[in-house]
């Protein structure tokens, strides 16, 4: 494996600004949709923190799972902004995920692929995501009902695992970060 | 990313999956570069696994950077906004929702190059294109904007055109309905009058084909006429 990035607490990332409603939401999907695509992404996350230089802020999977509970979309849906520190740090984690399954998330966007070989990788997937979804969000919001509608659903979670294979690579978090802060439009 | 020397003339390497980017040149030593630096770039090509690929000379190079990372930078927020204009040396352009059109212009009687990427494809060309602009020995100068969050405007082309008029025209015809009813909505009859057609006991009678009786006249009631109808 390439040698990780030195961790963000060095670039001066406590003092960025705290990420909007919708940035949290399309942040806490984003890892979501990676925790579909693997089995075991909830150690991963963990692990990658652990490796970037976050144990001290995440030393374990309830502390990480705290951070990102401030999703307005979930269940359990705690009050407040996430601390800029701590929206840098779940940034970083996510484009070193999405770099890492990389060849699972390209190969769902790959069209070169049979086709129904495409659709069983889209049906598996959407099916893990979907058994996510329910468990970890509250279905009467109107985001968590669109992504798990048939005719709106795909297009949304297309979307996310698009947005996941830009941020892959070395200038993903650039492109993620400012991502998160768009306006709501 | 690989690097391979033959003499003066170098060549940088950078593979991702389905793609492959090479860059040649030299390094110019009038600026001081040193032996594994690429300052004069003599030739680039991009190859892709089992189709035809693309290449150019350095402006090529630099117009592919300055189109291709900023529009990764708009669909990561799922906004599809073509970069680079007709005549520019290269430019990008969504085709449909799932692919991409990357079109390098012809020079000197060439014939023009054109690239149809999907989702997949952009994703390796936009990781190899990051990984040439972070090599320190590759010495070319882009302008390329710091990556910032997009505005309302800017968002609104992920918006179909229909969407977004949708909300306008049904306000729209919501206002021109209520002007057309509240045009045929009677106007208020004084409470007596003795000059108006309408106001006359034949005119009420004809309105319901009853007669009824007229209202004692109010010594301070003026009669009120509405507009158009011919008092």
């Known amino acids: ?185 | 990313m690989l690097f391979q020397s033959a003499g003066m003339k170098q060549t940088l390497q950078y593979d991702q999956t389905s793609c492959r980017l090479l860059v040649e040149g030299l390094p110019d030593v009038s600026r001081g570069h040193a032996a594994g630096a690429v300052g004069i770039i003599t030739g680039w090509r991009i190859e892709w696994l089992g189709r035809p690929g693309m290449d150019g000379q350095r402006e090529h190079l630099r117009a592919l950077l300055e189109v291709v990372l900023p529009y990764a930078r708009y669909r990561i927020s799922g906004v599809p906004r073509a970069f680079g204009a007709e005549d520019d040396p290269v430019r990008i352009v969504p085709d449909g929702a799932e692919r991409h059109r990357l079109l390098r212009r012809g020079e000197e009687g060439a014939a023009p190059q054109e690239l149809s990427l999907d989702d997949a494809e952009l994703a390796d060309l936009v990781q190899v294109l990051d990984r040439l602009r972070l090599d320190p020995r590759l010495q070319l100068e882009a302008d390329l904007p710091p990556s910032r969050p997009l505005t309302v405007r800017e968002l609104l082309d992920r918006i179909p055109l229909r969407r977004r008029l949708a909300a306008p025209a049904g306000g729209l015809a919501a206002l021109v309905l209520a002007a057309a009813l509240g045009s045929l909505w009677p106007a208020p009859r004084p409470a007596g009058s003795g000059s108006g057609p309408s106001a006359s006991p034949a005119a009420r009678s004809a309105d319901d084909g009853k007669p009824r009786p007229a209202a004692p006249p109010s010594p301070g009631a003026a009669p009120v006429s509405r507009p158009g109808s011919g008092s």
Not at chain 1, 80 to 106: F, K, N, V, W
Request: a positive charge; one cysteine or more.
């Open chain 1, 1 to 185: 494996m390439e040698a990780l990035p030195p961790p963000a607490e060095t670039a001066g990332s406590a003092a960025s600004p705290p990420l909007g409603r919708r940035g949290l939401e399309r942040l806490d999907l984003m890892l979501l949709c990676m925790e579909a695509l693997d089995s075991n992404g909830g150690e991963a996350m963990v692990w990658m923190s652990g490796q970037l230089g976050y144990q001290e802020r995440f030393p374990n999977r309830v502390e990480l799972w705290k951070r990102r509970c401030h999703n307005p979309l979930r269940r359990a849906c705690r009050r407040g902004q996430l601390d800029g520190g701590d929206s840098e740090a779940l940034i970083h984690i996510t484009c070193q995920l999405a770099d890492r399954l990389y060849p699972l998330l390209r190969s769902l966007l790959c069209s070169s692929d049979p086709p129904d070989l495409i659709e069983m990788r889209w049906n598996l997937f959407r099916l893990r995501l979907g058994e996510l979804l329910r468990q970890r969000m509250n279905p009467r919001r109107s985001g968590v009902q669109a992504l798990l509608a048939a005719d709106t659903g795909q297009g949304l979670v297309r979307q996310l695992i698009q947005s996941l294979t830009l941020a892959a690579g070395p200038g993903g978090v650039d492109r993620l970060r400012a991502s998160l802060r768009d306006a709501v439009a």
